[in-house]
């Protein structure tokens, strides 16, 4: 009995031993199949960590790409608009401005006279004359209405800085209206044309005081600034604004009209001598007497008439300026050049014009 007992006590041992080398085969096998799991699940992890860090980089470098793509279009749609605009500005600004640029004397020349015309011949001959002779490389182009020698003649007074005349420093122009008005008791002034507007009225005297302030303000302005630069850029500024320059000239016009007035009670009373000019211009049928002049002379200068040469005497007489005018018409005579007026002082300013036709004038420029 004891044998068979620790027979059948050897053969559970042995089966125990099995089972358990079973049981340990098999967590074995599980710990192997988890860890293989675990493997697999880790390596899928990093698999797939690597290829969102790769799609991160792509994503990354497409989007600062497709960025830069943006903004460069928005750069060249900006800088497009900021080319037209300012080309625009300056169409616009290069088309209000009364006074043109500095061009080239012959190519202008060239431009405007082709032809074999006698005319077109004697043209040519006179612009090289110009050039070679008086050394005028360069013309500033005046726009071409019946303000055009009075735009010519204040362009130029400006952007050379010249100061207003002694006399104006003496008296107050502002005051000018007023002492014509009320104690010279020239009521008639009230029919005085401004140019295109053709304006008459009792509000004539404000419109002209209005008028001398514009003038006196800009001149003694713009001939304080010293910087050539600097100044040019105000007239160029101020011959762009039509409404401001015809101003300028109509304050000119009433300090002629002004001075007329002057000169013919100097007449009346033979109080002194008085230039040859006021005898030369109040000497003609159309303007015997200062109402006659400003009736039919001044008031059609800017609108339907310009200055006569009598005029233009008087007018370099009151501005203090010699005003020489090549006239290319008069090529080879003795009126290819003239000076207004004949008779000036050593120490006023000069300034030049040329003309074609004694009707339009242009700026010449001299380069040394």
């Known amino acids: 009995m004891q044998r068979r007992h620790d027979r059948n006590a050897s053969k559970n041992r042995e089966l125990f031993t099995e089972q358990e080398k079973s049981s340990r085969i098999n967590h ?17 992890k990093r698999s797939l960590c690597l290829m969102w ?52 004397l012959l190519g202008y020349c060239a431009r405007e006279w082709k032809g074999d015309t006698k005319q077109a011949k004697h043209i040519r001959e006179a612009y090289e004359d110009l050039f070679w002779r008086y050394h005028i490389k360069y013309l500033r182009q005046v726009k071409r209405d019946n303000y ?3 735009r010519a003649v204040l362009f130029q007074i400006f952007s050379q800085g010249i100061p207003l005349p002694s006399w104006m420093k003496e008296r107050d ?3 000018l209206p007023e002492k014509l008005l009320y104690s010279q008791g020239c009521n008639w002034i009230q029919q005085y044309s401004f140019g295109p ?5 009792p509000n004539a005297f404000g419109k002209l005081r209005k008028c001398m302030e514009a003038l006196k303000t800009n001149w003694t302005e713009i001939s304080s600034i010293k910087d050539h630069e600097e100044r ?6 101020l011959f762009s604004d039509e409404s401001k320059e015809h101003k300028l000239y ?19 009373n033979r109080e002194e001598h008085i230039p040859n000019l006021f005898s030369l211009l109040l000497a003609r049928d159309s303007s015997s007497d200062p109402l006659s002049f400003m009736m039919n002379h001044l008031n059609a200068v800017g609108d339907c008439g310009r ?12 501005l203090e300026v010699k005003i020489r005018v090549y006239k290319l018409h008069k090529f080879n005579t003795e009126e290819f050049q003239v000076n207004y007026p004949d008779e000036y002082q050593r120490e006023w300013h000069e300034i030049s014009l040329l003309t074609e036709d004694d009707r339009y004038y242009h700026i010449p420029v001299t380069r040394t």
């Open 232 to 237: 040019g850029n105000m007239c160029n500024t």
């Open 173 to 175: 122009i502002l005051k």
């Open 250 to 268: 109509e304050a000119i016009k009433f300090i002629m009209l002004y001075e007329v007035v002057e000169a013919y009670e100097q007449m009346k």
């Open 197 to 201: 507007e053709r304006y008459t009225g």
């Open 307 to 318: 200055l006569e040469q009598v005029e233009m005497f008087l007018l370099g007489y009151l």
């Open 53 to 104: 860090q790769k799609v991160k980089v792509h994503l990354s470098m497409s989007f600062l790409v497709t960025v830069f793509w943006y903004c460069r279009r928005l750069y060249n749609c900006l800088a497009q608009l900021l080319k037209w605009w300012s080309s625009y500005l300056q169409r616009k600004f290069i088309k209000n401005l009364s006074v043109s640029p500095e061009v080239d």
């Open 28 to 44: 074995a096998k599980r710990s192997v199949g988890r860890h293989e799991v675990q493997s697999w699940t880790t390596a899928t």
């Open 148 to 150: 055009c020698v009075l």
